[in-house]
């Protein structure tokens, strides 16, 4: 288990395309490292297009980080299930990525451009 995360500005422009559409773009993404695992972009909510999103019933919990809920991506194609997560009130540790959502690169694409 990782007993450390750093949280740094992720450099550049970075996109989340699920379905084939942009759904979000950020310059102020958040790029977030635990331990020995590959590192993980957060986006500013206010970033995404936050229409396209469905909080759902998933949660789950990591001692680092806190408590995570889980969004549904709302696509033409149909839904992306629990596609991305935020922690709504972060551990002290990850308080930098209160109000940010990552997403799981096995649902959709989040690319540096």
């Known amino acids: 288990m990782a007993t450390e995360i750093t949280i740094r500005p992720a450099t550049g422009t970075w996109v989340i395309r699920a379905a084939g ?7 102020n993404a ?15 909510r206010g970033d995404i ?12 919990s990591c001692p680092l980080k ?4 889980y969004f549904t991506i709302i696509a033409k194609s149909g839904p992306i299930k629990n596609a991305g997560w935020s922690y709504e009130t972060p551990n002290d540790a990850a308080s930098g990525i209160k109000d940010h959502i990552a ?11």
């Open 49 to 60: 297009a936050m229409a396209f999103l469905d909080q759902s019933d998933l949660t789950s």
């Open 103 to 113: 997403f799981r690169h096995d649902k959709v694409a989040v690319e540096q451009v």
């Open 21 to 27: 559409a942009v759904i979000g773009e950020s310059v």
């Open 66 to 69: 806190g408590a995570a809920t």
């Open 30 to 44: 958040l790029e977030l490292t635990e331990g020995d695992y590959p590192p993980v972009i957060y986006f500013p």
